[in-house]
């Protein structure tokens, strides 16, 4: 039968080349993929573009892939200059590109994406800076903006546990834009705490069917949002 | 005016806002002042907490040894999880913002115009800003509440006849709670509707750039 698991980490992540866009999961430290932003550090790809809700701050992992040089651009909602000083310098150079997304917006957008769709109308940023070079359209009197989607060559997403199949569940809201960008992905990748057997997971319950899920890596519990040593040696 | 002596406390504007929030409403939170809020909330009135990043029924701070990792509000405090909540993924939380299922949002502002126009996301001046989920809330809440001190720190004005700050949402806000007032916004512009103790409706309109109606003013209950 179908099994998704890997067990190295190097296994995982490796097709992720250079110029790739890469969904990543995660809002504020729960639910981000830490051992897998490890491992794509590892990598050492050039030309990356990310996206991800708040790119960490201080010793977070895609903070650490910045430095690195390894993101030419970023697309995420949050981006505060006293959280990324690094970031803001190689932004005011020119070197990495920026683009801010409403929250709901950024969703919404994989989610049509994974979805199949062309785009959605939405209320949100009408008349703002972040309407600039985009359309509206008006229905039913409501004014709109047309929001294209946005796909990921790769997504990496955080779960709490797989099933053979790549099913997975959450925990509490580590759940946040993982299931979303499982979706969004040409190929996704999960990192889960734990693998179960088969039939072990409620279908009822399960959260991200195992068609969104192209391959999982197991890393046990870890303390999330610590500062971890440069390269994946543990893992 | 006395100087300052008669301005609310912050936790005195958190007061004063929550006797605003109805039995059976959802209500967002912005960061800051606003995550004060709840702690205010009579028993027997229920409120439920919506925190963007998933989670539908967020409670209070987490007692000491039961914090998890797992579990924070939008503001990236640890929180905790009240009877009958749920966890959703970012589509839902946004489709609740967008979809008109808040009754209310709570957030801060840098200026709120006459007409309604919300500014909290961007600095005039600055090239990057963080703008989170505040578009999406503020354009789909039934309600927007503004909690806020009157003016900025170096005394300026921030509730305007017209802004001069990057928008957030056009024609949102419908109430503002500061440290001197309680202002509504109508369709015929602002209506100081209460001052904080001590203070006149003439002390409240000569730190705000655009006409307050001042027909029929009360004092803010500070007592609760």
């Known amino acids: 039968m179908q099994n998704k698991k890997s067990d190295t980490l190097e296994g995982a992540v490796s097709q992720i080349h250079d110029g790739a866009t890469i969904l990543i999961g995660g809002f504020a430290d729960p639910g981000t993929p830490e051992i897998l932003i490890d491992g794509l550090r590892d990598l050492a790809r050039r030309d990356l573009t990310i996206v991800i809700n708040n790119p960490g701050m201080r010793d977070s992992g895609v903070a650490r892939l910045i430095e690195d040089g390894c993101v030419s651009k970023l697309i995420c909602s949050f981006q505060w200059p006293r959280e990324s000083e690094t970031f803001m310098a190689l932004h005011d150079a020119g070197q990495i590109g920026l683009e801010i997304v409403p929250q709901g917006t950024l969703a919404e957008r994989m989610r049509t994406a994974g979805a199949g769709l062309g785009g959605f109308l939405t209320p949100t940023a009408v008349g703002t800076a972040l309407a600039d070079g985009k359309q509206t359209v008006t229905v039913d009197g409501t004014e709109y903006l047309l929001e294209t989607p946005l796909r990921g060559d790769f997504a990496l997403i955080k779960a709490f546990r797989a099933d053979p199949r790549g099913n997975l569940i959450y925990r509490r809201t580590a759940r946040n834009f993982n299931p979303i960008m499982a979706m969004a992905a040409d190929f996704t990748i999960a990192e889960v705490q734990e693998d179960v057997p088969i039939d072990a997971l409620d279908p009822e319950e399960i959260v991200t069917p195992g068609v969104f899920v192209d391959r999982y890596h197991v890393t046990g519990w870890y303390e999330i949002g610590k500062p971890r040593n440069a390269g994946s040696a543990g893992h | ?224």
């Not at chain 2, 028993?43 to 579990?71: K, R, T, W, Y």
């Not at chain 2, 009958?84 to 801060?108: E, N, P, Q």
């Not at chain 2, 100081?192 to 409706?201: I, K, Y």
Request: charged share 15%; proline share 5%.
């Open chain 2, 1 to 224: 005016m006395s100087e300052q002596t008669n301005l609310l406390t912050r936790q005195q504007i958190a007061a004063r806002a929550a006797q605003d929030m109805e039995d059976g409403w959802l209500v967002n939170l912005g960061i800051g002042m606003p995550t004060m809020i709840p702690a205010f909330i009579p028993s027997g009135c229920d409120v439920m907490f919506h925190s963007e990043n998933g989670l539908i029924g967020m409670g209070p701070p987490p007692a000491e040894g039961e914090a998890d990792q797992d579990l924070i509000s939008a503001g990236k405090e640890l929180v905790t999880m009240v009877s009958g909540g749920a966890y959703v993924h970012h589509t839902d939380s946004f489709a609740i913002a967008r979809g008109g299922r808040l009754d209310c949002a709570v957030l801060g502002a840098f200026q709120v115009a006459a007409n309604g126009d919300l500014c909290n996301w961007r600095l005039p001046n600055q090239t990057s800003g963080s703008v989170g989920g505040a578009m999406d809330i503020a354009a789909g809440s039934k309600r927007v509440f503004v909690m806020m001190t009157h003016t900025a720190r170096d005394g300026a004005a921030k509730i305007v006849a017209e802004r001069t700050y990057p928008l957030t949402a056009m024609k949102v806000v419908t109430k503002i709670f500061t440290d001197m007032a309680v202002i509504s916004v109508t369709p015929n512009g602002f209506v100081l509707d209460e001052v904080a103790p001590g203070l006149t409706a003439d002390d409240v309109q000569a730190v705000t750039d655009a006409p307050l109606n001042m027909d029929a003013v009360g004092t803010i209950d500070v007592a609760a």
